[in-house]
DNA sequence: ATGAGTGCTTCGGATTCCGAAGCACTGCCG
DNA sequence: CGGCAGTGCTTCGGAATCCGAAGCACTCAT
């Protein structure tokens, strides 16, 4: 399973050799699903296939990597009839990303009433202005 | 410049058709550095170089492109010195990070004084569990 | 004018992600 | 009992993404 280690605060990050915890924690949420991942297991326990499913039928191999390096920094475990849930860690996990949820309610607001701004969709616009 | 879209509120999420704004801002979290450069450039505006290696020397292909979606995405501006910030909008994001930061040190105690379970290193223990 | 620093691009190779297919297994239901 | 659908999980080839060294055009201090 040639997979880059999960990070877990104390050692080094990927790319970094400080280890802070924060790092730790920014470099195992950013990775491609696992936030969304905690998202749905914090609704309800979910099997593998079902939870596979609710998050728009991600690909299997890496639902399985990303449930093990979760299992490995303790934020999900296995309950005896199979399915995933959070641990308890991993529930505050989740309500800290409550203010994250909040905020993309926000981000949408904005956007929506605000029309682009001719810097950015003409991605190409601005070089080299020294 | 072959990249995916910069996820928005409102348009379909990589992988998705629904669009909940929530999704898009699992999305636009979900790459790789992106959470890392919010948080730096949470501290103070930083050029390009700086703060790439603030990022830990990070790939600056890539943090041209986290830039670039940043920008779209209104969490992220250039100064008139051509230094980058977060918008207020951008801030609000980052403030929203906060209890993630917390988090991440209850995480960091928990895991310092709970030994490793034996399901956990032993990655290909359980098989067929049925 | 030379050297150091900047923002940014290019490009080949490494890593990661993807999805279809398949395996072994457990329920069902007739 | 014999299917048959559903499960967790693996494999594997190809696609997308990431990486880092190198370089370009430019600015500014010396």
């Given at each position: 399973m ?5 990070p ?13 915890s ?14 969304r ?17 609710r ?17 490995e ?20 996990a989740?309500?800290?990303?409550g ?7 926000r981000?949408?607001?904005?956007l ?19």
């Amino acid at each position: 399973m040639n997979a880059s280690p999960t990070p877990m605060p104390g050692r080094p990050v990927r790319g970094s050799t400080t280890g802070r915890s924060l790092m730790a924690a920014l470099d195992l949420f950013g990775r491609r699903w696992t936030l969304r991942i905690i998202w749905e297991l914090g609704n309800e326990p979910l099997g593998f296939r079902l939870l596979q499913r609710r998050c728009d039928g991600m690909s299997s191999s890496v639902l399985r990597q990303r449930l093990t390096e979760l299992q490995e920094a303790r934020l999900a475990e296995v309950l005896r009839d199979g399915s995933y849930t959070l641990t308890p860690l991993g529930h505050d996990a989740r309500e800290a990303l409550g203010p994250v949820i909040e905020w993309s309610l926000r981000w949408a607001a904005e956007l929506a009433d605000a029309p682009p701004t001719a810097a950015e969709d003409a991605g190409d616009s601005q070089r080299n202005r020294f």
